[in-house]
């Protein structure tokens, strides 16, 4: 995609998070769907740090040798072209649209101290890539789970992450964020409500 496209995106982004906190949300969740992404997430992941393509690069949903070694080629073609240029020109590069939408809202949600459930692999290199930009987005990341995508564990190692699950979840699309959105809830319920020793007339 051109620059603008990725400006165009990033702000398109942050629009859709700002609309919805202030229709009253307190806590957003992101989720991705797609084909093929982890291979842009992989290429974009390797281009802002410095992770082999040989270790970004996982089966996706599934793929066989062959289909393997043919992504490992085309992630590496992606870094080549990316490398020594800057996040946004990165983005441009091996980005897509659906990254470039959820870093705006990561940037947003940052801005607004919102709180973001992150999902699994690509949703977390988006995370990555806009703490890039704005390190304070990783003070309103809570990561919900661990994706079976093996560089997913590096993306967490770079934020100094504990994710609230490890179900060997490999699908995307928000299920990991959906599924530790009841411990989200129980725990605030939890800090909120329970009675203290005070309120409880226990004494020590």
Same mark, same amino acid.
């Given at each position: ?48 740090? *410095?992770?082999?393509?040989? $270790?970004?690069?996982? !089966?996706?949903? +599934? ?5 393997? %070694? =043919?992504?490992? &080629? ?33 940037? *947003?949600?940052?801005?607004? $101290?919102?709180?973001? !459930?992150?999902? +699994? ?5 988006? %995370? =990555?890539?806009? &703490? ?73």
């Amino acid at each position: 995609m051109t620059l603008e496209q990725v400006t165009k995106g990033i702000e398109a982004g942050r629009n859709i998070i700002a609309s919805k906190i202030e229709s009253g949300v307190n806590l957003l969740m992101f989720g991705e769907m797609g084909i093929g992404n982890t291979s842009s997430a992989s290429a974009l992941l390797s281009s802002i740090t *410095e992770l082999p393509v040989e $270790q970004s690069v996982g !089966l996706g949903t +599934g793929i066989n040798a062959d289909q393997l %070694a =043919l992504k490992l &080629a085309l992630v590496q073609r992606g870094v080549d072209r990316a490398q020594g240029k800057s996040v946004t020109e990165i983005l441009s590069h091996v980005g897509g649209f659906e990254i470039v939408h959820m870093v705006g809202g990561f940037l *947003e949600a940052s801005k607004r $101290q919102i709180p973001v !459930l992150v999902d +699994g692999f690509i949703v977390s290199v988006a %995370a =990555l890539i806009a &703490a890039k930009l704005d390190p304070s987005v990783e003070d309103v990341l809570l990561f919900s789970h661990t994706s079976q995508e093996a560089a997913h564990h590096y993306v967490l190692e770079q934020f100094d992450a504990k994710p609230l699950l490890d179900l060997s979840l490999r699908l995307g699309e928000g299920t990991g964020a959906a599924l530790a959105y009841p411990i989200i809830k129980c725990a605030a319920e939890f800090y909120n409500s329970m009675a203290s020793f005070d309120s409880a007339g226990v004494t020590v």
